[in-house]
């Protein structure tokens, strides 16, 4: 890496917003220079006041019905990541900024328990950080993830967690409360086990072996926990395929399942440049092999496609994918989500007003 690299954030340029009417030159801007590196690594959390925080899932790749976000943006910095786009509809950057500028949502507790408060409201899993994770650094000052969850046990709400933070750990006494109800599901995202590779995708998420302790810990303590291989990026970890499987499956996890990295919008350009910084040599073979996993695309958006991919390339981590279930997961399964408990907990709580 040159001297110009940005250590400690995944992104190393910020392209500009599409919906933005002025185009800035960012020719000979000198990222080394003292001053300029300080405000680039420097992070501003930003309070904001959302109307909602619940939105409908209509995508039948994902099998939860709504998702929830209490933060936008995401400091962990992980390069590839498909939600920086969504930045940009805030007025700032997919690039640097979607790291260093996070949008905290105060108000997610209140609006949670009016909507699931509501007489007509239907009990479906809610998945917490589908776009942002939930317990990136920001959620050990602010703590709406568990505000979000002790509401939701409150009224025996089921709840879906995604993350690749080990704070999540700070919240095993209710989420053990919450499992011996069947209300929650936990994924724990690892993209590699190598280090090195690690800190340059996600330069500010947990390590691998700290993921895999979560896992652990949460199997452990009664969690139904699956292991999400995500994204898989050819020629950068593809080769970790059932390693991680099978340390997961050691760690406890009851599911394992893998997704193809695809550079939707404005993740290509960002990829491409930390790709070029990062592993030069490597550059031309890991974007056309991507290439071949979405119809000679850097992206492919339709459903049933886009996660998994298509292709031969494609095609073999599917069959390895297969084989690991086989293999390491074949007498496991995550229990059924219950949706019963929430209307006897509502009324009674209801009749207290």
């Not at 994902?62 to 990541?81: K, L, R, T, W």
């Not at 108000?107 to 479906?124: G, Q, R, V, Y």
């Not at 291989?229 to 970790?240: G, Q, R, T, Y």
Request: overall charge positive; aromatic content about 10%.
């Amino acid at each position: 890496m040159n001297e110009e690299y940005i250590q400690g954030r995944g992104a190393q340029i910020n392209p500009n917003n599409p919906f933005d009417t002025n185009n800035y030159d960012h020719t000979g801007l000198h990222w080394h220079d003292e001053d300029e590196m300080r405000q680039q690594k420097k992070t501003d959390y930003i309070s904001v006041y959302p109307k909602t925080i619940i939105n409908k899932v209509d995508s039948p790749d994902i099998p939860h019905g709504y998702s929830m976000n209490p933060y936008q943006g995401c400091e962990h910095g992980c390069v590839y990541c498909y939600a920086r786009n969504s930045h940009t509809y805030w007025g700032y950057s997919a690039g640097i900024e979607f790291e260093q500028k996070i949008l905290v949502k105060e108000s997610a507790p209140h609006l949670l328990k009016k909507k699931i408060t509501h007489k007509n409201w239907e009990p479906k899993p809610i998945m917490l950080s589908g776009n942002t994770d939930c317990y990136q650094p920001a959620e050990r000052k602010y703590k709406l993830t568990r505000r979000l969850l002790e509401i939701l046990w409150e009224y025996r709400h089921p709840v879906g967690i995604i993350t690749k933070s080990a704070l999540i750990l700070r919240d095993i006494d209710l989420l053990e409360r919450m499992a011996g109800e069947n209300l929650v599901h936990v994924a724990v995202s690892i993209t590699s086990m190598n280090e090195e590779v690690r800190q340059r995708l996600e330069p500010r998420a947990a390590s691998g072996q700290k993921r895999m302790k979560v896992v652990e810990r949460l199997s452990a303590a009664g969690v139904p926990v699956s292991v999400m291989f995500a994204p898989v990026i050819p020629s950068i970890n593809d080769m970790e395929f059932f390693d991680i499987a099978e340390r997961g499956a050691a760690a406890g996890a009851r599911r394992f399942n893998h997704i193809v990295v695809r550079l939707n919008g404005q993740i290509a350009e960002i990829f491409q440049d930390w790709l070029r910084k990062n592993y030069p040599d490597r550059h031309d073979r890991v974007i056309h092999q991507i290439e071949s996993c979405h119809g000679g695309r850097l992206n492919d958006s339709r459903f049933g496609k886009r996660m998994r991919g298509d292709g031969n390339i494609a095609e073999i981590l599917s069959q390895q994918g297969k084989i690991a279930r086989e293999r390491y997961y074949a007498d496991r399964m995550m229990p059924a989500y219950n949706t019963e408990l929430y209307y006897q907990y509502r009324d009674r709580q209801l009749k207290l007003f």
